[in-house]
């Protein structure tokens, strides 16, 4: 069992940037893609990024790109979602998700169906 708790989450005004952080309990097989997805009211669960950990490769939305960055601590424990020049279409819940990837990155890291392990999410907020 993996427990992913996220971080970082708050309110900040457009143009602003936020970190936010899923500490795991655990480096495990089962949980060596980890992703970040968000929901928006009244909208479904989006994927925005995800890290192949044992290799530290990384993929992001490609709406994203540019503007949100996954990473991860040297110790693979935890992971990061790096978000600058926030706009008001980002506020949303955030969650960490964790599953197992067969191969060497995780190919359908965007389906939700893949995760095994998800954090309670954290909330950010962008106004105008």
């Known amino acids: 069992q993996v427990q992913l708790v996220e971080s970082g989450g708050g309110s900040v005004q457009a143009g602003g940037s936020l970190r936010l952080s899923c500490a795991a309990s655990a480096y495990t097989a089962s949980s060596n893609c980890m992703a970040w997805f968000r929901q928006a009211p009244g909208r479904e669960r989006e994927a925005v990024a995800a890290i192949y950990r044992p290799f530290s490769a990384t993929v992001v939305t490609t709406s994203l790109k540019g503007r949100f960055t996954v990473s991860q601590d040297n110790a693979k424990t935890t992971v990061y979602l790096q978000m600058t020049n926030l706009n008001t279409e980002d506020t949303a819940m955030y969650y960490c998700?964790?599953?197992?990837?067969?191969?060497?990155?995780?190919?359908?890291?965007?389906?939700?169906?893949?995760?095994?392990?998800w954090g309670q999410g954290t909330q950010v907020t962008v106004s105008s």
């Open positions: 998700a964790a599953g197992r990837s067969p191969g060497t990155y995780c190919p359908a890291w965007t389906s939700k169906d893949e995760y095994m392990y």
